[in-house]
């Protein structure tokens, strides 16, 4: 039995990922932390990680930002492997993100879907063929109408997926209406579609002569995201001080 603390229970994800859990008879939330604690909780809950006291094998992190640097301290003191969810890190975190990598387990991510991870392995393969024989790529993202960032973190690492199969040789193109040209060979169009309540829908084009290969990810709930930071923390539990990411957890 794998227990976890729970690093921002009261958000959507928190509450995402305590509901799949109670229904997990292979992982357990032995405490949660966040700074409302609305009394429902199945499992103590605390203000902030520094005042939690109880033993845990990893922490599933959906929390702030401004939470992130307390959690990293928190994981190196106590030697607690660490499931990092949140977004929207500063480059000071990050670099503290690597230098507790040294010190303890850290499993970050750009999407946790263990589909989205699978979808990262075939693109390097597919890319490795089509490119090659003149098949342009285009990527095409949508999201709901509150996501504020664009595009998405997930299409950047999709096309980096791609990229890194050829040594980075291709550039990004983001916008074609302020240029009047052909398209060069060399280069990775991504769009941003921002409308409704959409989840998040990942499209990966690759547009050859008289023939088109489509890679398309749907996610319908929030669950997916879940599913994966649980399969993650299974992962991650027991794991000697290093740099984790979810192709790690697809791969064993």
Known sequence: MTRVIMHGCNGKMGRTISNLIAADEEIEIAAGVDAYDNGTNPYPVFASIAECD??????????????????????????????????????????????????????????????????????KE?????????????????????????????ALALADSINEEFNQAYQYVYDRSQVREKRTQKEIGISAVRGGTIVGDHDVIFAGADEVVTFSHRAYSKAVFGKGAIQAAKFLAGKPAGMYDMSDVISE
């Open 126 to 154: 597919a890319a490795g063929i089509l490119a090659p024989a003149g098949f342009d790529i285009e990527i095409v993202e949508k999201h709901h109408n509150q996501k504020v960032d664009a595009p998405s973190g997930t």
């Open 54 to 123: 109880v033993t845990a094998d990893a922490v599933i992190d959906f929390s702030t930002a401004a939470a992130v640097d307390g959690l990293l301290d928190y994981c190196v003191d106590k030697q607690i492997p660490c499931v990092l969810c949140t977004t929207g890190l500063s480059e000071a975190q990050l670099a503290k993100v690597k230098d507790a990598a040294g010190k303890v387990a850290v499993l970050k991510s750009a999407n946790m879907s263990l589909g989205i991870n699978m979808l990262l392995k075939l693109l």
